[in-house]
């Protein structure tokens, strides 16, 4: 595409840049003053959210490639380090450029069918423009994320949407299956293949023909069934147990994971060739906490699915009741949402409206236990409050080395709190690597609970 009458602003301040984005959007934004870490991040997603959507290309004079790959996770275009390579700039922007063209004059489903998906936040977005691309393709897709963040809800939307709609939507729970009977549950058996198999049976990849076959959980797949599964990806073709004869099944695979496979590809717990056949297309469902602004909807909507199940009155909430919720850091996510709603709605009795009270124990002492902090931490003594004794008066190298070890040590109990002592997910939220994380804990004598999300 050609791009001859491209126009250029230059601001010189962040500042000066969300006051120009919502002055005049753009379609890409150059960003040269990021710095690494959550609150480079925050500045990432708050340009993306300006009223262009712009793509925005990252030019920093740091290479930390924890903060690279975590920022092209979170939406943005490129990465490069400064002093960048002209045409590698240029060129960047041009395919930025010929990408949004190619998004304003792509033919879209007349609607998209959400299948329950609710929300409106930027994260959430992508992933729904993501899950429209994967519908009208036939490609594997890998749907990641955390427990409850609705991973079944998108496999099924990208079914629905596709051209195998009329097909079989067929579901493999791989946690569910006992290690002994998963061949013979996936690809069928025959008659006398094993002792109690008393007649022939259809696998879930026969029931999956002409339809879309997903597997939930797959980093649960015994690795002895992984490489059994891989040829069936390759070929479409399988034996059932006991059988002599090869079988055909034209089915599209979608696998959902709440697991770090490519950690398990690195202990071989996983095969890294089964991975590269399941990501054809990868989407990445952000977790609730970072997609607060879809709170308020989501509360709307299960207040009154709820009421209507329960054959009672809608029920309204208030302002402060909203705000806790938006507080707090769900790790549950929308399936803890769910039911924190009902329990709220239970608790509620007769009352037309809801309020923090209403809300479990647990909650309400989490969201106690941070507002007390808020509160007392202005007040505590501040690395900067020195002893005027001339005798004990700290030099200038003493003075910063305890200053910036009082601030690692606040706002690495905070990190692992926020957390829970999830270090994959802490590592996310403060931009730094594991190693680095480690080192740090271990310099403060600051415990790490656990390692691996649940």
Same mark, same amino acid.
């Given at each position: 595409m050609?791009?001859?009458?491209v ?6 301040s962040l ?12 379609d ?15 500045c ?7 009223? =262009?959507r +712009? ?13 690279a ?13 400064? +002093? ?10 041009? $395919? ?11 033919r ?9 998906i ?32 609705g ?8 079914? /629905?949407?596709? +051209?195998?709609?009329?097909g079989?939507f ?10 002994a009977l ?6 069928g ?7 109690s198999?008393d ?11 002409? =339809? ?7 980093g ?5 069934i ?5 040829r069936?990806?390759? =070929? ?25 496979? /490519? ?33 308020? /909807?989501?509360?709307?909507n299960?207040?009154? $699915? ?22 707090? /850091?769900?790790? =549950? ?9 009902e ?12 309020f923090p ?23 505590? +003594?501040t690395?900067?409050k ?7 008066f ?26 829970q ?10 931009g730094?690597?594991?190693a ?19």
């Open positions: 050609g791009h001859s009458n126009e250029m602003r230059i601001v010189q500042a000066a840049a969300r006051e120009a984005l919502y002055d005049e959007p753009q890409v934004v150059i960003l040269g003053c990021i710095p690494p870490g959550p609150a480079g991040l925050e990432l997603n708050e340009i993306r959210r300006t009223p =262009g +712009p793509e925005v290309l990252l030019l920093t004079d740091h290479g930390d490639p924890e903060f790959e975590i920022a092209i996770r979170s939406g943005a275009w490129s990465y490069m380090i400064k +002093p960048p390579v002209t045409g590698d700039l240029v060129k960047a922007v041009l $395919r930025a450029l010929d990408h949004r063209e190619e998004r304003r004059t792509r879209q489903p007349v609607a998209l069918k959400r299948n329950g609710l929300g409106d936040s930027e994260a959430l977005r992508r992933c729904l423009d993501q899950l429209a691309q994967a519908a009208v393709s036939d490609s594997s897709v890998l749907i990641s994320g955390e427990t409850g963040t991973k079944e809800l998108f496999a099924t939307a990208i079914h /629905e949407n596709s +051209p195998r709609s009329s079989a067929v579901v493999v729970d791989c946690a569910a299956m006992p290690e998963v061949e013979s549950m996936l690809f058996h025959e008659k006398g293949a094993y002792t198999a007649s022939r049976a259809e696998g879930l990849v026969t029931q999956a023909h002409k =339809g879309t076959l997903f597997l939930d959980e797959v649960e797949l015994p690795l002895a992984q490489k059994s599964f891989l069936v990806l390759e =070929g479409h073709t399988y034996r059932p147990v006991g059988g002599a004869i090869e079988r055909i099944s034209d089915f599209r695979l979608v696998s959902a994971t709440n697991r770090d496979l /490519e950690a398990m590809v690195l202990n071989g717990t996983f095969r890294k060739d089964l991975l590269f056949r399941l990501r054809a297309i990868n989407i990445e469902l952000p977790p609730l906490r970072n997609s607060v602004d879809d709170i308020n /909807e989501l509360t709307c299960f207040i009154g $699915r709820i009421c209507d199940r329960m054959g009672i009155s809608r029920k309204g909430f208030s302002t402060d009741f909203l705000e806790a919720l938006e507080k707090y /850091e769900w790790p =549950g996510n929308v399936r803890e949402l769910i039911n924190t709603i329990y709220a709605i239970a608790a509620a009795g007769d009352a037309p409206a809801l009270r209403h809300l479990p124990t647990h909650i309400r002492a989490r969201l106690a236990r941070h507002s007390v902090m808020e509160q007392v931490r202005p007040e505590e +003594p690395p900067h020195q002893s005027l004794d001339p005798e004990n700290p030099d200038i190298r003493e003075f910063r080395d305890k200053a910036m070890a009082d601030l690692e040590v606040m706002y690495l109990g905070d990190l692992m709190e926020l957390t002592g999830d270090i994959p997910r802490a590592c996310e939220v403060s730094l690597s594991r680095r994380l480690y080192a740090l804990l271990k310099k403060y004598g600051l415990s790490k609970e656990r390692e691996q999300v649940s």
